[in-house]
């Protein structure tokens, strides 16, 4: 059973940094893309940032140069960096396969506001 369990979310201001985690588990992180995604309040869920299992990666224009995405397969992790948070990056944050329909977890709330 695939499990996918985000954490790491929570209140900072405007310009500060935090750091995701995901633990999977069920699957072989290494042969997937993963991927982050974002809710925010009243809006559709939104790719923020995707990682080949080669180990590229790709941003949303609205995250590049200020998110960092990146992988441990062995530990069956993937994290992401957020730096000069905004205010516009309040949301709940997913990760998933990329593209994935199912399993998706719980999701960590990121609220940035002073």
């Known amino acids: 059973q695939v499990q996918l369990v985000e954490s790491g979310g929570g209140l900072v201001q405007p310009g500060g940094s935090l750091k995701l985690s995901c633990a999977g588990s069920?699957?072989?992180?290494?042969?997937?893309?993963m991927a982050w995604y974002r809710q925010a309040p009243g809006k559709q869920r939104e790719l923020v940032a995707f990682i080949h299992n080669n180990g590229d990666t790709n941003y949303s224009d609205s995250v590049k140069g200020r998110f960092t995405i990146s992988r441990d397969n062995p530990k069956n992790m993937v994290y992401l960096q957020m730096d000069s948070l905004k205010p516009e990056d309040t949301a709940v944050y997913y990760c998933?396969?990329?593209?994935?329909?199912?399993?998706w977890g719980k999701g960590t709330l990121v609220t940035v506001s002073s």
């Open positions: 069920g699957i072989r992180f290494s042969i997937y893309h």
């Open positions: 998933n396969i990329k593209d994935a329909i199912n399993y």
